[in-house]
């Protein structure tokens, strides 16, 4: 099936500091997604990216939809403890017969240190 | 609205054993999905549903049934628990065919021992 290889798999920072992550496919995609998961709760939808090329900010966080559609990044600034989390790329498989269904990448675990 | 419920939180299962997953949603989504969560990985999806008495396939099946008699609720059933099993559920809701925003629930994590 088709993959998606995010990196790092995990991050400890300092507060304050800024952070980027990865996330790239040999598929071309028609929708990137980030989605955060906190400790002992379900994912929740960050950011939705659906042309080559776009940036997209939600708050302190910027995710850009890569120029070739197999990649993008997510990058959060000043980091704060409540950014700790497992950050995940994920696919859309939305239109036709797909029914929405996602497909996710393994997540970046992020630690943030006060 | 509470969202999307699932209980139990947790539950120990000896193998051979079986269990249902409840999962219910208050939102009136049509589209459900039940994924599985395995240590250091992404969900996977095991099953979802487009509506009431509509029941499809995910990426891992084998395993688990389910059933969806109403738009509120889709649990999982497991009928002969396995230690490959031991792994933390999620259900998820959806309004919009293809929309990308899924509502999880909370999780219950499974041991299978």
């Known amino acids: 099936g088709q993959q998606l290889n995010q990196s790092p798999q995990s991050m400890f920072i300092q507060e304050g500091e800024d952070v980027s992550m990865n996330c790239t496919s040999s598929?071309?995609?028609?929708?990137w997604l980030w989605y955060k998961q906190d400790p002992g709760e379900g994912p929740v939808l960050l950011i939705a990216?659906?042309?080559?090329?776009e940036l997209t900010s939600n708050g302190r966080l910027t995710a850009q939809f890569g120029i070739t559609r197999k990649d993008s990044f997510l990058n959060i600034s000043a980091s704060i403890p409540s950014d700790v989390g497992i950050y995940f790329c994920?696919?859309?498989?939305?239109?036709?017969?797909?029914?929405?269904?996602?497909?996710f990448g393994q997540g970046t675990i992020l630690t943030v240190h006060p | 609205n509470a969202g999307v419920t699932q209980t139990p939180k947790f539950r120990i299962l000896k193998i051979g054993q079986s269990m249902t997953l409840q999962c219910t949603q208050d939102?009136?989504?049509?589209?459900m999905y039940w994924y599985r969560q395995d240590p250091g990985m992404g969900l996977k999806l095991i099953y979802y549903?487009?509506?009431?008495?509509?029941?499809d396939k995910g990426e891992v099946p084998n395993g688990y049934n389910v059933s969806r008699s109403t738009t509120e609720d889709f649990p999982l059933r497991l009928e002969l628990a396995a230690p490959s099993q031991t792994s933390v559920y999620f259900c998820?809701?959806?309004?919009?065919?293809?929309?990308?925003?899924?509502?999880f629930g909370p999780g219950t994590r499974l041991l299978v021992l």
């Open positions: 998820a809701s959806s309004y919009l065919e293809g929309s990308e925003t899924q509502y």
């Open positions: 598929s071309i995609f028609n929708t």
């Open positions: 990216l659906y042309k080559a090329g």
């Open positions: 994920v696919r859309s498989n939305a239109g036709g017969t797909s029914y929405g269904k996602l497909t």
């Open positions: 939102m009136n989504h049509n589209y």
């Open positions: 549903s487009v509506g009431a008495g509509i029941t």
